[in-house]
């Protein structure tokens, strides 16, 4: 396949551990945009996030973005707030499919409950948080060209979904 396939979402919502499988039941090439970030900028997001803020992060996230978009064959792990730019969803689109893979509130609580690497969710309420940012996040995640609920799914299944879309 040539178009690059973007797994977007909220963090724990299994875009990574999907995107890893997907890419190598595709033979395409899987890239997680945070390490992607991580291994240019040589320190963790959340020391990016520390240091020099999220609007920092976020254009480089963007830059990178820009990056992939002209490449093909990928299978791209967003981080969480991608979609909230509209360049970066024109970018990923150009060249892709976006897929939004949604969980519940609550099911994105027990997956990251022991994170400690997670800036925004360094919080005394990261089940609140986490239901905030949904709330405001999930009209810019809409505009995905497919969703997919992960709450109760295996990783299997819903690469099987993605590859069910794809086949469409």
């Known amino acids: 396949m040539k178009k690059n396939i973007a797994l977007v979402g909220f963090m724990g919502s299994g875009k990574s551990a999907v995107g890893k499988a997907l890419s190598r039941k595709l033979g395409m ?3 997680d945009l945070d390490e992607a970030i991580v291994e240019r900028e040589h320190r963790s997001i959340n ?9 920092y992060f976020r254009k480089i996230e963007k830059g990178v973005i820009k990056e992939m978009s ?3 064959g990928l299978v791209i792990a967003c981080g969480g707030g991608v979609v909230l730019d509209k360049d970066n ?23 990251t409950k ?17 239901e ?23 990783i299997d299944e819903v690469v099987d979904k993605i590859l069910e879309i794809l086949r469409t």
Request: glycine share 2%; no cysteine.
């Open 89 to 111: 969803m024109a970018n990923l689109k150009r060249n892709g499919v976006v897929v939004y893979l949604e969980a519940s509130p609550e099911v994105i609580f027990e997956r």
């Open 47 to 55: 020391d990016i996030f520390v240091k020099e803020g999220e609007p």
């Open 29 to 31: 090439i899987f890239i």
């Open 114 to 130: 022991n994170y400690t690497h997670r800036p925004l969710l360094n919080v005394d309420d990261p089940k609140k948080q986490i």
């Open 132 to 154: 905030d940012i949904l709330r405001a996040r999930i009209p810019f995640y809409s505009q995905a060209d497919y969703a997919i609920d992960t709450s109760k799914s295996t």
């Open 70 to 72: 002209q490449r093909e």
